[in-house]
């Protein structure tokens, strides 16, 4: 059963920085793609950083290009998002995603095309 499991979220004041951490687990073979959205009340889910599991390639949304960071350990399947200068806008549940591993990795950010997600971690940041 494929499990993510996401911790390191908290609050913290803007400019501060904090880094989100997810376990994958129950992968038959590795997923191609991994990545964070981030949801906020009354909006939608919004897609944050990705990175190619096998190539390492990433790619970040405008909105948190040059403060955010995606990095994976492929040997024990952790994904990490480094999150610095955060600002109050930043403020979400951050969830980990993971595309099944039959599946290639789509441009973009389509929530819909991830078939496993973690159960969120919250971010406040305060101003």
């Known amino acids: 059963q494929v499990q993510l499991v996401e911790s390191g979220g908290g609050s913290v004041q803007a400019g501060g920085s904090l880094r989100l951490v997810c376990a994958a687990s129950?992968?038959?073979?590795?997923?191609?793609?991994m990545a964070w959205f981030r949801q906020s009340p009354g909006k939608e889910r919004e897609g944050v950083a990705k990175?190619?599991?096998?190539?390492?390639?990433?790619f970040t949304a405008v909105s948190v290009r040059d403060r955010f960071t995606i990095s994976r350990d492929n040997a024990n399947r952790i994904f990490t998002l480094e999150m610095n200068k955060l600002k109050p806008e930043d403020t979400a549940v951050y969830y980990c995603?993971?595309?099944?591993?039959?599946?290639?990795?789509?441009?973009?950010?389509?929530?819909?095309?991830?078939?496993?997600w973690g159960h969120g971690t919250q971010v406040t940041v305060s101003s």
């Open positions: 990175i190619y599991t096998a190539s390492g390639h990433t």
């Open positions: 129950g992968f038959g073979r590795p997923s191609p793609c």
């Open positions: 995603a993971a595309l099944d591993p039959a599946r290639e990795c789509p441009s973009g950010f389509p929530a819909g095309d991830y078939q496993f």
